[in-house]
Nanobody, 123 residues
Framework: QVRLVESGGGLVQAGGSLRLSCAAS????????MGWFRQSAGKEREFVAA????????RYADSVKGRFTISRDNAKNTVYLQMNSLKFEDTAVYHC????????????????WGQGTQVTVST
């Protein structure tokens, strides 16, 4: 059974940092490109960051460039999202997602999803 399990969310003050983790099981992790997406109340799910299966290529939404860093450890079947200089508008449920091989940035192109972890940034 394929599973993605996020952790690391929580409540943080604006300007603070959080590190999200997503542990994968039931798949050959090193063949999957991984993405982070977020969804806040009343809004559509939006792309945050993605990393290719080998970890050599990354992509970021303009809104998080320079503040967030995506990385992966294929030995641990885990992808991370380091979030620094957090802003109120970063408040959302963050989901990790996976797809075989090629990196993509649209949610519809991912077929494996985690349940999400809540990130709340207070002002």
């Amino acid at each position: 059974q394929v599973r993605l399990v996020e952790s690391g969310g929580g409540l943080v003050q604006a300007g603070g940092s959080l590190r999200l983790s997503c542990a994968a099981s039931g798949l050959t992790f090193s063949t999957y490109s991984m993405g982070w997406f977020r969804q806040s109340a009343g809004k559509e799910r939006e792309f945050v960051a993605a990393i290719d299966w080998g970890g050599a290529v990354t992509r970021y939404a303009d809104s998080v460039k320079g503040r967030f860093t995506i990385s992966r450890d294929n030995a641990k079947n885990t992808v991370y999202l380091q979030m620094n200089s957090l802003k109120f508008e970063d408040t959302a449920v963050y989901h990790c997602a996976g797809r075989k091989f090629l990196l993509r940035i649209t949610p519809d192109e991912y077929n494996t999803w985690g349940q999400g972890t809540q990130v709340t940034v207070s002002t």
